[in-house]
C-alpha cells in the first residue's frame, strides 16, 4: 500500500508550500487526491499558473492539474471564504467535480472572526497577531464541544443551532469586550456566510478516512497539504504565537481519521532565509526589536516610500531586512501584511526535519539572496551565554544570540540554461543537506512554476 505524502513548511508559514504542491500536483492523475488537512483561511497558498498568480486559502493548491481536491475533517472552513475562492476559479464548475470536504471539518461563523479581531485588538502589545480570520475561536468552539461541523448543514435544526451559538458569542462580545456589531454590518456578513453555507451543500461530502485509504489501497498517490509552518503548530511551535491547529505532519492521522502507518517521509519546504508574520520571538530577525516593532506598526505603503529601495548590503541589519522583504516580495499573501525577514536558523530547521520526519527537502526562493554580497546562517544559540544545541522551552524567554556561519554569494546568474547552479549556491546547498541530513532536491530560482533546479533525478 502507498502512503500519504505530508509537504510541510518546516518555518513560520509562507515558505512556498503552494507552489510545490503545484508542482507535485502537475504530475499526479486523475485517481490522485491532494489534501487540506488543518487551518482555514489564514493560509494564502500562492501559485503562478498561465503567467497569472493565484492565492489558495482553503482549497489545496491543485486546481490546475487532474487529481481530485479534498479539504479534510481537521480543517476549519469560512463557507463564504470557500465560496467567493471558488467562484474565482476559471472553469470552475467544470473543477467542482473534484472537489470534495469531509463533514467533521468545523465551520467558521461571521462571530468567531469578530471574537478572533476583537480580542487581538483588546491585547494591544500582547497580541500573536493572529491573521482575525476566527481560526482560533472556531477551534476553541471544537475542543469546548460546541462547533458546528459542514455535516450539521443537512439537518433541519442548523439555523437554529446556528443562532444559539451566534447568540453565545454576541453576548461573550458584548460581555467580555463591551462590543456590540453594526446591525447593517452584521447582517450583511450573516447573508454571505448563508449563501457560503448553500454552496457547500452543493460540494461532494466524504469522509477523509474513506477517500484516502481508498486512493491508498489502489496504489494511487495522496499528498497531505500542510498550512502554515511547522514553528507555528499549536504545541511544538513558539506557544503562545502559533496558529491553534498542528500543522506537523504528526497530526495528519489525527485530523484525517487515517492511521498514522499511512503517513510517510515528509518533504519539508523552507525558505533559504527566514519569515514570519506576526508577533513572537525571532532570533534570527534583521534588525531584531526594531524590525519586530517596525513590522507590526507600519503599513506597505510607507516602508516603500521611506525605503524606496533598500540596501541588501547595508551595514544596518534593519536595513538589510527591508532589502530582503522587498527582493523576496515579502507581504503577506491572507492580510497584506509586512512579513518579518531574517537569516536562516539551523537550529530551528533542524528541529523541524526531525519533529515531521522530513526525508525530502525543498529549498524556496535562494534567487531573493542574489543581491546579496555575502549572507548569514544561524548554525547554534547562544542561551544566556552558553552555545547549545537544544531549543529552549519558551523562545520569548532567554536571551538568544545566535552564531552565524557566512557564505559567500553568486555574482553572476544562480543557475544556468542547463540547470547548473553556480559554485557559491551549491556550496551552500550542500553545506545545508550535510547539516539537515536530508537531500535538497528542488532549489527555488523564481516564483514562476518552473523557476527551479531539480537536483535529484
Ligand atoms: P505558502 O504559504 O507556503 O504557500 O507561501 P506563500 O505563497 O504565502 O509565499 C511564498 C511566496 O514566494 C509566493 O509569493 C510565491 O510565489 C513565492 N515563491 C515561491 N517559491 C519561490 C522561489 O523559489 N523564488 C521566488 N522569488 N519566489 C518564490
Ligand atoms: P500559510 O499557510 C504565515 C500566523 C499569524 C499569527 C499566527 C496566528 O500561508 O503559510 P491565526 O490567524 O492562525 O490565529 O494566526 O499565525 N499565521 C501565518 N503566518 N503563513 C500562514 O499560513 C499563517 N497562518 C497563520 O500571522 O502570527
Ligand atoms: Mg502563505
Known amino acids: 500500500m502507498s502512503q500519504v505524502i505530508p509537504v510541510i513548511g518546516l518555518q513560520w508559514g509562507d515558505e512556498g508550500k503552494g507552489k510545490g504542491v503545484a508542482q507535485i500536483a502537475a504530475g499526479l492523475g486523475q485517481n490522485d487526491l491532494v489534501v487540506r488537512f488543518q487551518g482555514g483561511n489564514n493560509a494564502g497558498h500562492t501559485i503562478y499558473h498561465d503567467g497569472k498568480q493565484y492565492v489558495f486559502h482553503l482549497l489545496p493548491s491543485a486546481a490546475f492539474g487532474k487529481a481530485s481536491m479534498h479539504m479534510g475533517g481537521g480543517m476549519v472552513i469560512n463557507p463564504s471564504a470557500l465560496r467567493e475562492e471558488s467562484l474565482a476559479i476559471p472553469g470552475f464548475e467544470e473543477l467542482k467535480n473534484r472537489i470534495s470536504v469531509s463533514p467533521h471539518a468545523v465551520l467558521i461563523l461571521p462571530t468567531h472572526q469578530l471574537i478572533d479581531s476583537i480580542s487581538e485588538s483588546s491585547l494591544g502589545a500582547k497580541k500573536i497577531g493572529s491573521t482575525g480570520k476566527g481560526i482560533g475561536p472556531s477551534y476553541t468552539d471544537f475542543v469546548w464541544r460546541k462547533a458546528l461541523r459542514v455535516g450539521d448543514i443537512f439537518y433541519n435544526d442548523f439555523k437554529e443551532r446556528y443562532d444559539g451559538l451566534r447568540d453565545n458569542h454576541l453576548r461573550i462580545l458584548q460581555k467580555d469586550y463591551d462590543y456590540e456589531p453594526d446591525k447593517n454590518d452584521f447582517a450583511e456578513k450573516e447573508k454571505k456566510f448563508f449563501e457560503g453555507i448553500e454552496f457547500l451543500k452543493t460540494l461532494v461530502m466524504k469522509n477523509s478516512a474513506d477517500i484516502i485509504e481508498e486512493a491508498l489501497s489502489k496504489g494511487n498517490k495522496v499528498v497531505a497539504e500542510g498550512a502554515q509552518g511547522t514553528l507555528l503548530d499549536v504545541r511544538w511551535g513558539n506557544y503562545p504565537y502559533v496558529t491553534s491547529s498542528h500543522t506537523v505532519s ?91 525577514t531574517g537569516w536562516l536558523d539551523l537550529p530551528l530547521l533542524k528541529y523541524a526535519v526531525k519533529v515531521n520526519n522530513a526525508t ?22 547562544k542561551v544566556n551565554g552558553k552555545e547549545t544545541n537544544k531549543i529552549p522551552f519558551d523562545l520569548s524567554r532567554e536571551k538568544i544570540e545566535p552564531v552565524y556561519k557566512s557564505f559567500r554569494v553568486w555574482k553572476g546568474e544562480l543557475a544556468d540554461k542547463a540547470g547548473k547552479l553556480a559554485p557559491e549556491a551549491l556550496e551552500y546547498v550542500k553545506y545545508l543537506e550535510s547539516v539537515l541530513g536530508a537531500p535538497i532536491t528542488f532549489v527555488g530560482t523564481g516564483p514562476e512554476e518552473q523557476d527551479f533546479v531539480r537536483r535529484y533525478w
Open 250 to 340: 504528526g497530526g495528519i492521522p489525527s485530523a484525517l481519521g487515517v492511521q498514522p502507518a499511512c503517513i510517510g517521509g515528509a518533504i519539508g519546504i523552507f525558505k533559504a532565509y527566514v519569515t514570519k508574520v506576526g508577533e513572537g520571538p525571532f532570533p534570527t530577525e534583521l534588525g531584531g526589536e526594531k524590525s519586530a516593532v517596525w513590522c507590526r506598526d507600519q503599513k506597505a505603503e510607507y516602508e516603500k516610500e521611506k525605503y524606496p529601495k533598500a540596501d541588501p548590503n547595508s551595514s544596518d541589519p534593519f536595513e538589510q531586512g527591508i532589502a530582503l522583504r522587498q527582493m523576496g516580495s515579502e507581504f503577506g499573501a491572507t492580510t497584506g501584511r509586512l512579513r518579518r
Open 360 to 381: 525530502e527537502l525543498v529549498m524556496a526562493k535562494l534567487d531573493v539572496l542574489s543581491g546579496f554580497k555575502e549572507i548569514k546562517v544561524c548554525t547554534a544559540y
